[in-house]
């Protein structure tokens, strides 16, 4: 998982020849987090330089409103990531703007159409570490 956690285009060979183990024993490993653990391949971008405003936030709402609001933000264009949180807050939302001017629009459209009994803002300046987890770590570690 570390090697893939690195570079998941690292070839298999060179995987292998890292972790000093056979090409099929690597093939085989692959095989089976991909069904078990590996949600999706994907690139890690740096959205600031895109040009997009980051607004991350936590959310408690009325009982009423947390199922629709699940389903609404799910469908939402500018959302990148959705947890469920098991305290403190239903949800946190990470979502990427053009401006902070739409931001701004979708929280007030936000605070309108549910009954928020908590919002707690996070506006990004940068994200200094990402998708550090794991990297390090060897075959044995």
């Not at 305290?87 to 009954?115: C, H, I, K, Q, W």
Request: proline fraction near 3%.
């Amino acid at each position: 998982m570390s090697q893939l956690r690195s570079d998941c285009r690292k070839p298999i060979l060179e995987i292998s020849s890292a972790l000093q183990i056979s090409r099929y024993t690597v093939t085989d490993r692959l095989r089976i987090l991909q069904r078990t653990v590996i949600q999706k391949y994907t690139a890690l971008l740096d959205f600031r330089r895109l040009g997009y405003f980051h607004l991350c936030f936590s959310i408690t709402l009325s009982e009423d409103d947390k199922e629709v609001f699940c389903r609404y933000i799910q469908q939402h264009s500018f959302l990148n990531t959705l947890y469920k949180l098991q305290e403190n807050g239903d949800y946190f939302v990470e979502m990427l703007f053009p401006t902070r001017d739409e931001a701004e629009d979708f929280l007030s459209s936000l605070r309108n159409a549910f009954s928020i009994t908590h919002l707690h803002l996070f506006f990004v300046e940068k994200p200094l570490v990402q998708e550090s987890f794991l990297p390090q770590l060897t075959e044995g570690g």
